[in-house]
């Protein structure tokens, strides 16, 4: 029997606990009390539901029993106290019923009242007169079932305390609604700070959002015209000298750009686009040095439909072009490499260039990409430049795994 009672108050716990996480789940409780119960708690703000919530959660099962059972024994040292204190007027049996149900309803009422204050009216004498009768009601109610209890009649109960009850009803009634104005004026007013502070936050958190996408679409906008440039040129040059290789070269470029239109302006690709795009890329490159170039990609599959930012590697691939393959008169291999590290993934742009120290600041596709890596992923993100040996450079990009729409735009 016991364990039924635990668990049906188990169940319960659990289904206000969905309600005020998510109050589309008022349509999975059943109708009766507990369904009006959750409708009274799905339309309590977000605010109110975040405060029940953690009440509800904090005193869920056996935590929840031992707070009842302190109370229980408070009470009862009361009706213990009041008993001894005044023998002639309350028996122990009087005195118990008596406390427990001032004790019980005082509480019932000041935790309906905590969770409760936006609906609570503002303070004024009727309220107040109605807190002092209902109290003093309370206490004649408890009295008048004591009575009964007792096999007395409720007129012998009235004559022998009915003065002392009606004195501690008015004296509860008095100083629960003085506790009662108090704590819902300061809730109220709590309240309204929370909201206030909510809405500054989301303000905040939309002008920085804004300001992100503002500013990687300034770095696009560099990183665009950067790149067409420095391919538009190696175009022009070789129809100037009327090599045989500007019509292949003509051809790759056009195959790179019908790859890349979309990629440009999309703000994510996938690793496998990013990757054809740079394979592209380097087609081109390769029309131009010839024997000069050589380069190799790897993408594991499982990694293939991964989202990055739009030309992020690319533009690592194209500095290694400009500053590692081009100055070189041997030329150099570049080498793309992409694995996965846990909970990360890194890629790897290597060549066997002209590098044999870093510099000392970075370029302006360098330093957009860093600035880009950071505004897309924070902290979660990292770009690393070293020299390898006997010359060239080694760029990496460490990155989370997270899916689309965790990346920031």
Known sequence: MFKSITQWHRDWEDEI?????????????????????????????????????????????????????????ALSAMALALHFMFPAKFSLLEALVVTHALGLCSVVGFVSMWFNYRRIPAASVTSFLKVVALATLGALVGASLSAFVDGRSVAAMMEKIGRTLLIAGIGVGTFYSIIYGAVSTWRNREYEMLTTKLQ????????????????????????????????????????QTESPRAAELTANLITFLRASLGDMRTEHVTLQAELALIEAYLKVMKTRLGNRLQFSLSLPPALADVRIPGMLVLTLVENAIKHGIEPALRGGTIDVVVTEQGAQYQIDVRDTG??????????????????RVQLAYGTAGSFTLQTQEPSGMLATLRLPLVSTHEVTP
């Open 17 to 73: 606990l969905q309600v005020l996480q998510d109050p589309a789940r008022l349509n999975t409780v059943q109708p009766g009390y507990r369904r009006r119960m959750a409708e009274h708690l799905a339309k309590m703000s977000t605010i109110e539901r975040q405060q029940v919530h953690a009440f509800t959660l904090k005193y869920r099962g056996l935590k929840g029993y031992l707070a009842l059972g302190k109370l229980l024994l």
């Open 200 to 239: 500054m936050q989301a303000e905040q958190e939309r002008l920085a959002r804004q300001l992100s996408e503002t500013r990687l679409r300034l770095l696009q906008a560099q990183i665009e015209p950067h790149f067409l440039f420095n391919t538009l040129g190696a175009v022009q040059q070789l129809a």
């Open 354 to 371: 002209a590098g044999e120290s870093l510099p000392t600041t970075l370029g302006v596709g360098l330093s957009n990409l860093k600035e």
